[in-house]
């Protein structure tokens, strides 16, 4: 059996492809630019070179793939949905069996959220293919929620409102995918992936405070002011559109679930919001001017 990984150079695609080669599978690699993709990464698969505009390309490269994880393109890019469709497609020719599609909470095309609903629209491309699909749907990115931490000045400014979100660690995610990846392709389905619990702004500048001795607070921003404040930061529109969104699902309750999936498929608990802190110890004692701990030996 080959497993094509797409977003090969990603966080997410690099640590599903680790794992599968870990567990002696035969894998493909597949990025925008191969040289992106770890060198042990490279070396350990079939690496190759395809964006998800290049039709040919993703056709050569998923040609004799028995199946093939495919990730969402970044927000970076605007519109995705067409580049989606163009990876199934590719898919649907060269007779991939299983498509293990990175997708969102499930959601419809009424979400605030346009990753969201660009995701909800590919899910559908998917399923018109009739390839059989397992849809990954995770929460919000922990990391994602410690970045607005280490970026700050003890301040986590966000329109969140008092909504909780049950933030998921991307290793979770990629562990999920990679035991997915492990099981022979049989019927549809999806797999919502979250943390073990949720979390609101408000108590995660609490963890923030107890684990790193900085006095950290929230800032609820009301939406106009998130706006213009990234606007100012030279953020694209249709990112800055993208993550009002994200937001207002947030305050909306829509992210405040809870699954048991990551310990079913993985045999462990999610990670917690606290040792991710814990791990990124370094970063906050640089952000408090303390130098960080010299290494062991």
């Known amino acids: 059996?080959?497993?094509l990984v797409t977003g090969a150079s990603g966080r997410v695609g690099s640590a599903v492809a680790s794992e599968l080669v870990a567990q002696g599978q035969t894998v493909r690699t597949l990025a925008r630019?191969?040289?992106k993709i770890e060198p042990r990464l490279r070396a350990a698969t079939d690496a190759r070179t395809a964006g998800y505009e290049d039709y040919d390309a993703l056709l050569e490269a998923m040609r004799g793939a028995t199946q093939v994880f495919m990730v969402s393109l970044p927000g970076s890019v605007q519109d995705r949905v067409p580049y989606h469709s163009n990876a199934v497609r590719a898919a649907k020719e060269a007779k991939v069996k299983r498509i293990v599609y990175l997708s969102f909470l499930e959601?419809?095309?009424t979400s605030p959220f346009s990753y969201g609903r660009e995701n909800t629209a590919t899910e559908e491309i998917i399923r018109q293919s009739g390839i059989v699909y397992t849809f990954i749907r995770p929460n919000f990115y922990m990391q994602v929620a410690?970045?607005?931490?280490?970026?700050?000045?003890g301040k986590i400014a966000a329109p969140g409102g008092a909504g909780k979100v049950?933030?998921?660690d991307r290793r979770d995610v990629a562990a999920v995918v990679a035991s997915v990846l492990l099981q022979s392709p049989?019927?549809?389905g999806a797999h919502m992936v979250t943390g073990s619990q949720s979390l609101s702004f408000e108590t995660i500048a609490t963890i923030l405070s107890q684990k790193t001795g900085i006095a950290f607070s929230y800032d609820d921003e009301a939406p106009a002011a998130a706006r213009a404040s990234r606007i100012a930061q030279g953020i694209a529109p249709h990112?800055?559109?993208a993550a009002l969104g994200s937001y207002e699902l947030i305050r909306l309750g829509a992210a405040d679930i809870v699954t048991t999936t990551v310990a079913e498929l993985t045999g462990r608990p999610p990670r917690s919001f606290e040792a991710l802190v814990e791990e990124h110890s370094d970063a906050f004692r640089a952000l408090s001017g303390v130098?960080?701990?010299a290494a062991a030996g």
């Open 1 to 3: 059996m080959i497993s």
């Open 146 to 153: 410690l970045s607005l931490a280490i970026g700050s000045n």
């Open 291 to 293: 130098p960080p701990r």
């Open 33 to 35: 630019d191969v040289r």
């Open 166 to 168: 049950a933030w998921v």
């Open 186 to 188: 049989q019927a549809s």
């Open 239 to 241: 990112e800055v559109d």
């Open 107 to 109: 959601g419809d095309e």
